[in-house]
């Protein structure tokens, strides 16, 4: 009896100590890895907003107090903004910008490794690429509404539009810059062309293409909110929109950073992706 | 870093120095939004009457789309005078922008209309279910739309009711994309000539007891700095009204250069919106007098209390901010001199 109690006593101690060494460890850890240099940076903003809005320095149309942003965060997570809730807003956007990164990837990966191991690939291709790359997003979406109308295809191939070039260009680089060596090994060992392209050019621009993917989704992210100015009803680049003519700017501050913090977390879902799907990055990339 | 503070404040000097001369009796530009669409705003800009009364003064003219954009021009500070329809200003005062409205651009009547595709058959507002139909939200006729909806009682979610700007909807009609729209001139005249016919005007709706209108609207701060170039500007829109009533036939020529139309277009859609006299302005009908308000600021409450129900404002003000918003003296200097 007695000992049994001793033992839960020694068994919650070393529970309590391990926790205390955990803590201890994970401060540690952000101490060491300057990973409160991060979370300095943050705070001194929120603090800053915070301030600001408490003794009144700015106006609250364009700067509303911090809480009035999370009152408005939990009422359109719970009750919704013009039809929709939060959740369908950010489901609405997702769906674009997925389909859309992943045409992307499909049409893009395959014409940056034919574009970076054919030269006459090269000449076909790039004079477009080049052409169109630099267009002022709303000045491309005036002719695809002419072309495709006010639908869901206009907006999608706007942000394909938008992502496609920076995988195309990353993949070429990433086939330039494989080492030469590993090719002439490859063909001494009698490797074709497909293999030569499964064996060495895919495992060896694979690093450099997840870099160009990840440029490619912050470029289709920050095309978003136009795609989404003519005739939705629903996403957040829509909300943050609609909210603005109405000067609710809770709603827009509210939007960009759920913009923000999903647009963060897609990216660590890629970089995450890329180590399990690329095991041998991991050693270069951390 | 020293040097960073030393030399901020220096600027910071030098921008209060600036300012204090600025403060003289002059401004050096005056920018005025307008709104792209068929008022006596085009005769005064076309004739030059702002740039008459302010010699020395440069004058910049800003074409806005709509409300909702001339919200966010007011909101970043970018005019100095601007014009709005009536939901867009209960928005705005509701909101605490810093504008005062000094007078009466127009009364909207067919000149925004809803148009419907004569193929599709829509005889009613009931026959909308199931359409898609086009309005710039945050306007007028996007407040007329979803007031007239409430009046039959009918549900807008029966529907598919898009934000689009006027002239995307002229666009969006042409490939076929929307079956009715709710919107104004010049874009409209474009739309009515293809499978289309006027279904509902403004001015039906104003007989109904929702009026519509634009009102002219000046930044408090620049008001407060030149308060004389307030009349001199009111001034310049009263002269641009009269030159609108006194001489039509040359006044359809104005807005057909300035808007690129044909002139039967301009002469058509000039009859769709109604000019108001600046001494008539101060009557009870429309902003009243500094005494007593006239019936815009039940047209602005009543605009609120709608937006209010479709929660597009979060609160409806009190009587006196719209009261308050409403500032005749400007009008009644012009108007007594």
């Known amino acids: 009896m007695q000992t049994n109690q001793q033992a839960v006593e020694s068994n919650g101690m070393s529970i309590a100590i391990r926790l205390r060494q955990r803590a201890l460890g994970t401060l540690a850890n952000i101490y060491y890895s300057g990973k409160y240099l991060s979370i300095l940076s943050v705070a001194t903003i929120l603090t800053a907003w915070f301030l600001v809005s408490y003794y009144g320095l700015a106006n609250p149309i364009f700067l509303p107090a911090p809480e009035s942003v999370i009152k408005t965060f939990w009422q359109v997570a719970t009750v919704g903004y013009q039809g929709s809730t939060l959740l369908e807003h950010i489901g609405t956007s997702l769906y674009r910008i997925l389909v859309a990164f992943l045409l992307a990837c499909i049409v893009g990966i395959p014409l940056g490794v034919l574009m970076g191991t054919s030269r006459s690939a090269h000449r076909i291709f790039n004079p477009i690429i080049e052409f169109y790359r630099p267009l002022p997003p709303l000045g491309l979406y005036t002719l695809l509404v002419m072309w495709l109308g006010i639908g869901e295809s206009s907006k999608l191939a706007l942000l394909f539009l938008s992502g496609l070039p920076g995988i195309i260009i990353a993949t070429i680089q990433a086939v330039t810059d494989i080492n030469p060596n590993y090719i002439r090994a490859a063909k001494s060992l009698g490797a074709g062309r497909w293999a030569l392209i499964r064996e060495v050019y895919l495992p060896g621009s694979g690093p450099t293409i997840l870099t160009g993917m990840r440029i490619s989704l912050g470029f289709i992210y920050t095309v978003l909110v136009a795609a989404e100015i003519v005739a939705a009803t629903a996403g957040i680049g829509w909300m943050i929109w609609d909210s603005a003519k109405f000067l609710l700017s809770d709603v827009v501050i509210m939007g960009l950073i759920v913009l923000g913090l999903t647009g963060m977390m897609m990216d660590q879902i890629l970089k995450i992706c890329g180590k399990i799907f690329m095991p041998w990055t991991r050693i270069k990339r951390s | ?337």
């Open chain 2, 1 to 337: 870093m020293k040097k960073l503070i030393l030399s901020s404040i220096g600027m910071w000097a030098g921008l209060s120095i600036f300012s204090a001369g600025a403060f003289a009796d002059k401004p050096e530009e005056v920018t005025v939004g307008y709104l792209n669409l068929v008022n006596a705003q085009l005769v005064t800009k076309s004739l030059g009457l702002v740039q008459k009364e302010m010699p020395g003064v440069k004058i910049n003219y800003i074409k806005v789309g709509g409300g909702g954009d001339m919200l966010r021009a007011i909101a970043g500070n970018q005019v100095d005078f601007g014009g709005l329809g009536n939901p867009p200003t209960a928005i705005g005062v509701t909101r605490g922008l810093p504008i005062q409205g000094i007078m009466v651009l127009n009364m909207l009547d067919f000149v925004e209309s809803m148009v419907v595709r004569t193929s599709k058959n829509i005889k009613k507002l009931e026959d909308l279910k199931g359409k898609t139909i086009a309005a710039p939200f945050g306007s007028t006729t996007h407040y007329l739309l979803m007031t007239a909806l409430a009046d039959e009682g009918i549900d807008p979610a029966s529907m598919k009711i898009i934000d689009l700007r006027p002239n995307d909807i002229a666009l969006a009609w042409a490939r076929g994309d929307i079956d009715a729209a709710w919107f104004w001139e010049p874009a409209l005249g474009a739309v009515l000539k293809d499978d289309a016919h006027l279904f509902m005007t403004s001015g039906l709706m104003a007989a109904r007891g929702y009026p519509t209108w634009d009102v002219g609207v000046v930044m408090n701060d620049f008001a407060e700095k030149y308060p004389d170039y307030v009349n001199k500007f009111v001034t310049a829109e009263c002269k641009g009204i009269d030159f609108w009533i006194e001489n039509p036939a040359e006044t359809a020529q104005i807005i057909a250069t300035e808007l690129g139309l044909a002139l039967e277009d301009a002469a058509r859609m000039m009859k769709g919106t109604e000019m108001v006299p600046c001494a008539k302005q101060l009557t009870d009908q429309y902003i009243g007098t500094t005494e007593k308000n006239g019936q815009f600021v039940d047209t602005l409450i009543a605009t609120s209390e709608f937006l209010f129900s479709q929660k597009r404002l979060p609160l409806v003000a009190e009587r006196s901010v719209f009261e308050d918003f409403i500032d005749p003296s400007y009008l009644e200097t012009v108007v007594q001199q």
